[in-house]
T-cell receptor
Framework: DGGITQSPKYLFRKEGQNVTLSCEQN?????MYWYRQDPGQGLRLIYY???????QKGDIAEGYSVSREKKESFPLTVTSAQKNPTAFYLC???????????FGPGTRLTVL | AQTVTQSQPEMSVQEAETVTLSCTYD???????LFWYKQPPSRQMILVIR??????QNATENRFSVNFQKAAKSFSLKISDSQLGDAAMYFC????????????FGAGTRLTVKP
């Protein structure tokens, strides 16, 4: 079955540590996205990538980094520079000019 | 900048009844897509329905239908014959047709279904 997987489901991090969230898709989609979701708010775009080896900052990219070495994979690193990283993180993908994004199950990150 | 507003933080409906969730958006574009996503307690976002702005006919997907009023910039979701499994957060979203990178989401409406 085609889909998007994110791991881990829950992640705990100590302050000052970097942590990487995994996102893999086997839908053969060109574009991939990372969103952050906070309570009472909609999704906010962190980074996106339209093709391999290329990515662009979204609205709230500060304190985050990404890579896109393979079409299937778009990992997100939450760095120690992110002031308030505790949130729910969602990865999505789409065909390049498609009319909908498909989401993974999400990762809940908690900073201790 | 485009914005999406969902004015109902919470709604409830009796099982088997009909409920309408509201969404308005602000844009100067003429070609765009509108979406409703469902986020159940599992927190996975599920695409419920989408509407192309150039289509006058309202989209329908089984028990889900929309009322798209382009001039009023309104995009409401109607759920008919509500089921317990419809309980979730519902997000309205917008994006310009030729820019898949700039999807804007509303803050969501929490729908409770009463048995």
């Amino acid at each position: 079955d085609g889909g998007i997987t994110q791991s881990p489901k829950y992640l705990f991090r100590k302050e000052g540590q970097n942590v990487t969230l995994s996102c893999e898709q086997n839908l053969n989609h060109d574009a991939m996205y990372w969103y952050r979701q906070d309570p009472g708010q909609g999704l906010r775009l962190i980074y996106y990538s339209q093709i391999v080896n290329d990515f662009q900052k979204g609205d709230i990219a500060e304190g985050y980094s990404v890579s896109r070495e393979k079409k299937e994979s778009f990992p997100l690193t939450v760095t120690s520079a992110q002031k308030n990283p505790t949130a729910f993180y969602l990865c999505a993908s789409s065909v390049r000019q498609g009319n909908g994004q498909f989401f993974g199950p999400g990762t809940r990150l908690t900073v201790l | 900048a485009q914005t999406v507003t969902q004015s109902q933080p919470e709604m409830s409906v009796q099982e088997a009844e009909t409920v309408t969730l509201s969404c308005t958006y602000d844009t100067s574009e003429s070609d765009y897509y509108l979406f409703w996503y469902k986020q159940p307690p599992s927190r996975q976002m599920i695409l419920v329905i989408r509407q192309e702005a150039y289509k006058q006919q309202n989209a329908t997907e089984n028990r889900f239908s929309v009322n798209f009023q382009k001039a009023a910039k309104s995009f409401s979701l109607k759920i008919s014959d509500s089921q317990l499994g419809d309980a979730a957060m519902y997000f309205c979203a917008y994006r310009v047709m030729y820019n898949n990178n700039d999807m804007r989401f509303g803050a969501g409406t929490r729908l409770t279904v009463k048995p």
